[in-house]
């Protein structure tokens, strides 16, 4: 997958935000996600201080697993595109300075497949 990352604003200074500081934020939340495992945070039965205890229910019957802390991130619902743009902007929009007034976030699944949301900054 790939991540596009739009915002929207008023410009100061000729610039809406210095591209260094913006590659830098985006970055640094992109991070947070990469190479983890997307769980609905429903699922959690348990957890200590290394691992969470998953359980749910498939077409197969029960599944219960144990997964690292620090390989997953627990979204508040389902692992699609779309809950993992929201996610990404609820992180990012607190990091915008006060002339970013939205975040939109494109991500990829494959080719004509993705999802877009665009959201107001809420000061």
């Known amino acids: 997958s790939s991540v ?15 591209f260094g500081e ?4 985006i970055k640094e939340v992109v991070n ?9 945070r429903k699922y ?3 957890e200590d201080d290394s691992h969470f205890q998953i359980q749910f229910e498939g ?7 144990q997964v690292p ?3 997953t991130y627990l979204l508040e619902g389902e692992a699609t595109v779309e809950n993992l743009s929201s996610e990404i902007i609820k992180l ?3 990091k915008m300075p006060s002339n970013v007034e939205a975040v939109g976030v494109y991500i990829y699944e494959g080719y004509n497949k993705g999802s877009h949301i ?5 000061r």
């Open 4 to 18: 596009m990352v739009e915002l929207v604003g008023q410009m100061k200074d000729n610039l809406l935000l210095d």
């Open 22 to 25: 913006a590659k830098k934020i």
């Open 32 to 40: 947070v996600f990469d190479h983890k495992f997307f769980i609905n």
């Open 44 to 46: 959690l039965k348990q």
């Open 59 to 65: 077409p197969k019957g029960m599944f219960e697993l």
């Open 69 to 71: 802390k620090n390989t």
């Open 92 to 94: 990012l929009a607190p």
């Open 118 to 122: 665009i959201s107001n900054i809420s």
